[in-house]
């Protein structure tokens, strides 16, 4: 592995998670505006941006990593890791570093929601925060379901690409 496929793999692995937290923060604001919640337009707005960024740092990772990695042209040695077993890396460890530190707070919410269902509390319930809590897990949830298959598409587009460079 080059260390301008290292480059590619890690400005990737940046992407991901910044599209994760963008993709985090958009759900919820998203729900809340529909639901008419004032000040969630705001949150919104600052996760569309952050996938935003995200994703044009996957697309561009790259011309990046061209630039990142011009003065060095020596091999990276990982034993017998494919593109295909870093992609699967990424969006798995990705994926289980959200979904550990969201679990904590949707548990909460989750026991809250049950506990309170059909009790003079069911009232008190802020569903914009309790959806906040939870999305995040149902994220992450999906990503680490999903990281074999996306990595063996994003691998192979990875290597496609690499021809063409």
Known sequence: MTVFNLAILLLRLA???????????VGPGLAAIFASVSGAI???VLGL?????????????????KRMSRECDGHVTFTS?????????????VG???FIDHLGSALSWL???????????EHDINFYTAFEAIFPILVSVLLLARSQRWAKKFS?????QEEHL
């Not at 995200?54 to 990772?61: G, I, T």
């Not at 026991?111 to 509390?121: E, H």
């Not at 192979?156 to 496609?160: E, L, R, S, V």
């Open 15 to 25: 992407a991901v998670n910044s599209f994760l937290i963008g993709l985090i923060k």
């Open 42 to 44: 705001i949150g919104t």
């Open 49 to 65: 941006i952050l996938l935003a960024l995200a994703v044009s740092l996957w697309v561009l990772a790259p011309r990046i990593a």
């Open 81 to 93: 890791l494919t593109m295909f077993d870093c992609y699967t890396l990424i969006f798995f460890g």
């Open 96 to 98: 289980l570093v959200h």
């Open 111 to 121: 026991y809250f929601l049950f506990a309170s269902a059909g009790t003079s509390r």
């Open 156 to 160: 192979a587009a990875h290597i496609k």
